[in-house]
């Protein structure tokens, strides 16, 4: 069964880099077809799609975010990170990372402040 985990720093600082790993267990994320995304969800709206990357290392993002996000993988390690740059409070969220859309991580909260 596969888990995923997210680790990161629960504090960051406006105008920094916000960089999320998610650390998966129980498959491969090189296995074929699957997607590994970052979803987050500020407390009291919606669930926000952030972006994916591939069983290829193919990148996905949100058009909303482009412009300050990347996806990297480490497939020695089974992982993938999320950095999203130039961070403000309206960034503050909890972080999950899922495969495709059925497993989830338990997420993770990010708090961007002063």
């Known amino acids: 069964q596969v888990q995923l985990q997210e680790s990161g720093p629960g504090l960051v600082k406006p105008s920094q880099t916000l960089s999320l790993t998610c650390t998966v267990s129980?498959?491969?994320?090189?296995?074929?077809?699957?997607?590994w995304s970052w979803f987050r969800q500020p407390q009291g709206k919606l669930l926000e799609w952030v972006g994916a990357?591939?069983?290829?290392?193919?990148?996905f993002y949100s058009p909303s975010l482009n412009s300050r996000t990347s996806i990297s993988r480490d497939t020695s390690k089974n992982q993938f990170t999320l950095h999203l740059s130039s961070v403000t409070p309206e960034d503050t969220a909890m972080y999950y990372c899922?495969?495709?859309?059925?497993?989830w991580g338990q997420g993770t909260q990010v708090t961007v402040s002063s």
């Open positions: 899922v495969r495709g859309y059925s497993a």
């Open positions: 129980g498959a491969s994320i090189t296995t074929n077809f699957h997607y």
């Open positions: 990357i591939s069983y290829i290392g193919s990148t």
